[in-house]
């Protein structure tokens, strides 16, 4: 009967909340240790001029193995924000890129490489006001003295924006005066406010890789890919298209003179030696 069913259905979703429940925290458990047993790999994406197809810039993205699994950042990066883990992950990633940006110039390749990070590392306290200071302490530890902080972009996501938005302003402009490059990430999803990109200090835009992937079946997202470029040009920022993987995406891509393209397409996110030879070869 009904009401036989209905307990069914309460139980069967009880089950599924507590499945995830324990998945979560076998996560946030393995996760906690994941940085000291070296299972984080810092992978790169590279981004291209679509029309030369040259490679300009690149994106670090985290990959993290588990027992011969791959657990996606989707998954695990979420996590790590509600557990507060990802203070420390954080650190560890911004260390790794910078240290790969070294690597390359010393090799005279030079190739800004952008950092994902987090609203809730901005926040915490070992970085707020110190985000510079972190900067440096990893510098000094290398023992480099000059680095361009030019090679460094920040992908910010527009929650960031949303809040203390006086002291956010400080912070980017802070970044900004030492070269470091603010991009604003998966644009156009979230709470887009078109306002965010004349009232904060940014660099750049990403047009999320859902607009990208749907705009062969949706004239929609064709429209509000066009008015994302539009402004953005106007106000005289840079703009990626992330997502792309198919000729007629490409095409639209180009149809828009959009100067830069992250995608399948034309490479996936590789582990770092791969990266460096890759360029090296080119
Ligand atoms: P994101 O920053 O928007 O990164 C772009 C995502 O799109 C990456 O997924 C990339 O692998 C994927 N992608 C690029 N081109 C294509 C394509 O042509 N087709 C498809 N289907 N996907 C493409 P990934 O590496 O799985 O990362 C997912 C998200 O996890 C990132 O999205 C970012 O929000 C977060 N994330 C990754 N690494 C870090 C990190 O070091 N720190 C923080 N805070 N977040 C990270
Ligand atoms: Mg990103
Ligand atoms: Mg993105
Ligand atoms: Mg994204």
Redesign the pocket.
Known sequence: NAKARGRNCYQFFNQEIQIEAERTAKIHFHLKKAIHQGELQLYY?PIVEPKSGKIVKA????RWRYNDEFI???EF?PIAEQSGL?VEI?AW?RKQAVITAIELQQKNITMPIS????TLEFWSSELQHNFIQFFDDILQELDIDVFPYKLITL?ITESLLMKQKNEVNELLSMLRKRGIRISI??FGTGYSSLSYLVNFPVDQVKID?SFIQQLETDKRHKALIEAIVSISKALDLNVIA????TEAQLAFINQQNIPFV????FYR?MPKNEFISLLSDS
């Open positions: 994406q994106e670090a993205l985290l996606p950042p989707d990066i990802i954080g990633v950092i994902n990070v987090s992908e990430d998966d890789k992330e997502g792309v993987e992250q995608g399948y397409y996110p």
